[in-house]
């Protein structure tokens, strides 16, 4: 069982809804991550909270934005996405500091914009 | 800067065969290495991983690779696959500065094993 939980598995939505993206993790870990992954390709890192607070956001569009409300949750907003955007996208937990940068993954959350 | 070259895109191999995976690194620091394996719609999961010492690491379901610094490889190997096997393998690299765990992948090695 993954220690790290994302909901929706799926998720299906126009260009114009606004829905989010849910991680949560049990873990003690201060640093979590949002990353995209198309078919066939290596996850791209989005973005990184380290104790809550945004460290690293790799020019993502402003469409999508992420929340941290506490040191075991990660949520990512959508907001008026287009149809390339649909993907696979992955949430991550990880020490600060510690273990080498190993990450735990959840299982991700399938998006489709039609 | 780091980067992560995978030799092959695709390795097909029949079961109970012997596999290498090949994985080289570019960095002018010393650097962690990791393999992940991502099995068909789930996450990645966690191979094994080198941060320092020995430089034959072994990891979970019998896959060991052995850390190379002066050819700059971590190549992922194991003596004899199974049929639950097939997925999609990536290498990373991460920098032991800073304070966050940012991983470069490659660009992933799908193997293939056939009955």
């Known amino acids: 069982d993954t220690e790290v939980t994302q909901t929706p598995k799926h998720l299906v939505m126009g260009m114009t809804n606004k829905k989010s993206l849910k991680c949560e993790q049990h873990m003690g870990h201060r640093a979590m991550y949002w990353y995209k992954q198309k078919a066939k390709k290596p996850p791209e890192l989005m973005f990184v909270?380290?104790?809550?607070?945004?460290?690293i956001n790799e020019s993502v569009p402003s469409r999508f934005s992420p929340e941290c409300p506490n040191s075991s949750l990660l949520n990512l907003h959508l907001h008026a996405l287009q149809p390339e955007d649909s993907a696979l996208y992955l949430c991550?937990?990880?020490?600060?500091?510690?273990?080498?940068?190993?990450?735990?993954f959840g299982e991700g959350s399938r998006l489709t914009v039609l | 800067a780091q980067s992560v070259t995978q030799l092959d895109s695709q390795v097909p191999v029949f079961e109970e065969a012997p596999v290498e995976l090949r994985c080289n690194y570019s960095s002018s620091v010393s650097v962690y290495l990791f393999w992940y394996v991502q099995y068909p719609n789930q996450g990645l999961q966690l191979l094994l991983k080198y941060l320092s010492g020995s430089t034959l690491v072994k990891g979970i379901n019998g896959f060991e690779a052995e850390f190379n610094k002066s050819q700059t490889s971590f190549h992922l190997r194991k003596p004899s696959v199974h049929i639950s096997d097939t997925a999609e393998y990536f290498c990373a690299v991460s920098a032991p500065s800073g304070n966050t765990g940012k991983l470069i992948f490659g660009q992933g090695t799908t193997l293939q094993v056939k009955p």
């Open positions: 909270y380290s104790y809550e607070k945004l460290s």
């Open positions: 991550a937990s990880s020490q600060v500091g510690g273990s080498g940068g190993e990450l735990f």
